[in-house]
Each structure stands twice: as C-alpha cells, then as structure tokens.
C-alpha cells in the first residue's frame, strides 16, 4: 500500500470552501472505490464525495462541522495494491483526486450529528445551513414548526421560532443562547454566502452596469400555453411560461451573440460562446440559486420544459449538482414570480447582461384600431455590460426577444 491524500475536488463555479456535514467513515476503514466518505455543504446544496481508491483511511484532516476548503487534503488513504509511494505515486494520486466525480445526494442522515450540539428527528427535513441556524443557536430542533413541502424546516421557521415571544415556555437545550437569539442575533457570513457577497461587490466594482426596461404584450403566449399544458400534463410535462422565455431568448442570441459573450478580467478580449447555457434564478428555502441549462439552442421547448423542472426541483430541495451551477451564459431572473415590476439585476460576472422579469399584470392599453383593451402586460428589466454593450444593441436585442413573446408563431417558425 501507499499513502496518498484524497484532495477535496471542485464542487460548483466559485466555491472555494464547503462545510463538512458527514463523514461516512472514520479511521482504519477499509473503503472501496467509489464509496460513499463524506456530505459536503454549501449552504446550497448537498454534495456527496466519492473515493478514488481502494484502501484504508490513515487520517481524518476534518471533524463535522468545520470549513473545509476545495483543493485541500480531505483525508489520507493507504491506497490498496500501490507500492510506488517512493516513486511519487502519492504526489500523482494527490493529484487526480482533483478530478474526483461529485454527485448530488440524498440529505445526510441528521442522526449522525452530535446530540450534544442539536436534537433532530430521524424524519425532520433540512438544509445544511438551517441545521447549523439551530446547532449555533442549541436549539431542540424537533420542536421547530415546519412550513416547508414534505415538512421540511425552513430558515424562517428556525428564526421565527428564536424570536418568539420571551414569556414563552418553549424548552431548549441552553436557555442563554435564546435569551440573546431574542435580543440579537448575529450570524456570520461565509461560505457560499460569503462568495457571493464577493462576487456581487465585484461585479458592481469592476462593470460598469446599465438597465433598458420595456413592456411586453404577453396576451398571446399565455393563451398558447393555456392551450398546451394540458396536453402535455397528460405525458407529466408541467409546461410554465419559462421554457417559452428561455427558447426565445437563445434565439435571439443567435442574431446578437455579443449577449452570449464574455470579457476577460482586464477587458482586452471579448470570447464569444458557441453554447446558449442560459440560467434561471430559482427562490430555494436555502437561498437564491442560478442552474443553467446547457446548449439550449439545440434543444425543443419541451426539452427546455423538462430539464426546467429538474432543475427548479433539485434547487429547492438544495440537491443541486455542481455541473449544473456551471458555465452559464447569460441569466433570466423571473422576480415577478414573487412579486414586484422593475428591477436592477446585477450581472454574474464574466456574462455580460441579465434581464429580470416582472410579475404580469392585466392592464388597460390601447389597440391598432385605438380602442381600450384589456393586456397582459409584463415588464423586462436588462442589465448590460456597458464596456461591450451599447444602449441601441440592447434596444436591438429586446425588442427581437420580444418580437418572439409577443407572437409566439414566429418562434415557433423560426425553430423548424
């Protein structure tokens, strides 16, 4: 045997670190290649790692709960069947693991935290981040009401359950650490959650952003996808507005394909991106996250539909998998769905736009014989790279995305 040291790989674009949930072996296991060892965080999704190799864990360099960072020692393994270690196999094991294949995976089994720290049914459903809310804060998490789907606990279910009136008798396991949970309550900013309040500083520091707003008439599309939904429902297809949005926009990109670029850091080149992989911001109960579906321009609508609702499924139940959090072109945040008209979105750094869309709202507008109709009207908010992006090229750009929206037949044309 040899001894080698498993490094943590990449798991999502920008992720520098991740906390460690579970481990799934401890020292002196033999494990086999491609065994389960460890459920990483990122306060976005749940990741499992996988062993490269066959052998026997020697160390462990992490205790659950600790910030491991990516490209780091994980734990050591005398590797089975490898004699080489003089020969720098360990230094070229090291290595490889970097390209250690990571997959999404079930939540870890919450009887495997310590008891000491938080109480947690076998039943109860939770992101790792809220789970942590309730350790730092010596909580009995079973006694947390749950809103989420298939009870599964919320953040604001945790926060409203520590900020509750103090008369309450509510048990918890250190009556202290409520006392100033009710007062004040300070958590700190890292991981996933610090990564992205860096990249977003960045990204208004260093690009110059402006917005373009219009309206668009999404009278017609509605009605089309009134039309389809329950012909497709039948083959367990759920057919909502986003797919059409997404399609749209690929084709458009087509004829502006400066929107599906990229600049590198000190704006010399601009890389122009064969792929359409355009993002979705999805609302998870563990934060905003931003999948994106890859080669959209070679993929239908239905296509589109099918791995939208993969995608907004894995997102909300924080089961994302690293692939697909990477390599996006271009980003549609549909705020609407939650509420609001206009918004400012703020690029994701190296794209160069971003649109945000508003809720759509039946509204009074005038037709071509000048008579009052009642329209379903949705504004569209674009943010663009002003070092690469004219305000006309935008202008270019929307009004063709919205040619397509606002008569869905021509989409529908230009696809065959």
């Given at each position: 045997?040899?001894?080698?040291?498993?490094?943590?790989?990449?798991?999502?674009?920008?992720?520098?670190?991740?906390?460690?949930?579970?481990?799934?072996?401890?020292?002196?296991?033999?494990?086999?290649?491609?065994?389960?060892?460890a459920?990483?965080?990122?306060?976005?999704?749940?990741?499992?790692?996988?062993?490269?190799?066959?052998?026997?864990?020697?160390?462990?360099?992490?205790?659950q709960?600790?910030?491991?960072?990516?490209?780091?020692?994980?734990?050591?393994?005398?590797?089975?069947?490898?004699?080489?270690s003089?020969?720098?196999?360990?230094?070229?094991?090291?290595?490889?693991?970097?390209n250690?294949?990571?997959?999404?995976?079930?939540?870890?089994?919450?009887?495997?935290?310590?008891?000491?720290?938080?109480?947690?049914?076998?039943?109860?459903?939770?992101?790792?981040?809220?789970?942590?809310?309730?350790?730092?804060?010596?909580?009995?998490?079973?006694?947390?009401?749950?809103?989420?789907?298939?009870?599964?606990?919320?953040?604001?279910?945790?926060?409203?359950?520590?900020?509750a009136?103090a008369?309450?008798?509510?048990?918890?396991?250190?009556?202290?650490?409520?006392?100033?949970?009710?007062?004040?309550?300070?958590?700190?900013?890292?991981?996933?959650?610090?990564?992205?309040?860096?990249?977003?500083?960045?990204?208004?520091?260093?690009?110059?952003?402006?917005?373009?707003?219009?309206?668009?008439?999404?009278?017609?599309?509605?009605a089309?996808?009134?039309?389809?939904?329950?012909?497709?429902?039948?083959?367990?297809?759920?057919?909502?507005?986003?797919?059409?949005?997404?399609?749209?926009?690929?084709?458009s990109?087509?004829?502006?394909?400066?929107?599906?670029?990229?600049?590198?850091?000190?704006?010399?080149?601009?890389?122009?991106?064969?792929?359409?992989?355009?993002?979705?911001?999805?609302?998870?109960?563990?934060?905003?996250?931003?999948?994106?579906?890859?080669?959209?321009?070679?993929?239908?609508?239905?296509?589109?539909?099918?791995?939208?609702?993969?995608?907004?499924?894995?997102?909300?139940?924080?089961?994302?998998?690293?692939?697909?959090?990477?390599?996006?072109?271009?980003?549609?945040?549909?705020?609407?769905?939650?509420?609001?008209?206009?918004?400012?979105?703020?690029?994701?750094?190296?794209?160069?736009?971003?649109?945000?869309?508003?809720?759509?709202?039946?509204?009074?507008?005038?037709?071509?014989?000048?008579?009052?109709?009642?329209?379903?009207?949705?504004t569209?908010?674009w943010?663009?790279?002003?070092?690469?992006?004219?305000?006309?090229?935008m202008?270019?750009?929307?009004?063709?995305?919205?040619?397509?929206?606002?008569?869905?037949?021509?989409?529908?044309?230009?696809?065959?």
């Amino acid at each position: 045997m040899s001894l080698a040291d498993f490094i943590l790989p990449d798991i999502g674009e920008g992720i520098v670190e991740c906390e460690l949930v579970e481990w799934r072996i401890k020292e002196g296991d033999f494990i086999n290649e491609d065994q389960s060892v460890a459920d990483v965080s990122t306060d976005k999704a749940l990741v499992e790692i996988t062993a490269m190799h066959t052998g026997r864990v020697n160390k462990l360099y992490y205790q659950q709960g600790d910030i491991a960072k990516v490209h780091t020692p994980l734990f050591s393994i005398d590797i089975e069947g490898d004699s080489d270690s003089e020969n720098g196999a360990g230094s070229h094991v090291a290595e490889s693991e970097k390209n250690t294949a990571v997959d999404v995976t079930k939540n870890a089994d919450e009887s495997a935290l310590n008891p000491e720290k938080v109480k947690i049914q076998n039943n109860a459903l939770a992101t790792p981040a809220v789970r942590r809310i309730a350790r730092e804060s010596n909580l009995d998490f079973t006694l947390v009401p749950s809103s989420g789907k298939d009870g599964r606990v919320l953040k604001d279910d945790v926060l409203n359950y520590l900020s509750a009136d103090a008369v309450s008798t509510k048990p918890v396991v250190n009556t202290p650490s409520l006392e100033v949970a009710q007062l004040d309550h300070i958590e700190p900013i890292k991981g996933v959650k610090a990564i992205m309040a860096a990249a977003m500083s960045e990204s208004v520091a260093t690009i110059p952003h402006f917005t373009y707003a219009d309206e668009v008439n999404m009278s017609e599309l509605m009605a089309l996808r009134t039309e389809l939904k329950e012909r497709y429902a039948k083959q367990g297809i759920r057919l909502t507005m986003m797919p059409f949005f997404i399609k749209a926009l690929s084709l458009s990109l087509k004829k502006f394909p400066i929107l599906n670029s990229q600049v590198n850091e000190d704006c010399t080149e601009l890389k122009y991106l064969a792929s359409h992989n355009i993002g979705m911001a999805v609302d998870s109960p563990s934060g905003l996250l931003v999948p994106n579906i890859k080669n959209v321009k070679d993929l239908s609508i239905i296509e589109i539909a099918e791995h939208s609702n993969r995608l907004t499924e894995q997102a909300r139940a924080g089961r994302m998998s690293p692939n697909d959090l990477k390599g996006g072109t271009i980003t549609i945040s549909n705020v609407g769905a939650i509420g609001g008209t206009i918004a400012t979105p703020i690029i994701s750094k190296p794209q160069v736009a971003i649109v945000a869309l508003g809720r759509v709202q039946t509204l009074p507008r005038f037709d071509v014989e000048g008579n009052v109709t009642a329209q379903k009207i949705m504004t569209i908010s674009w943010s663009g790279d002003h070092r690469v992006i004219d305000g006309a090229t935008m202008a270019h750009f929307s009004n063709t995305w919205k040619a397509f929206l606002e008569n869905p037949a021509s989409m529908l044309m230009t696809m065959s």
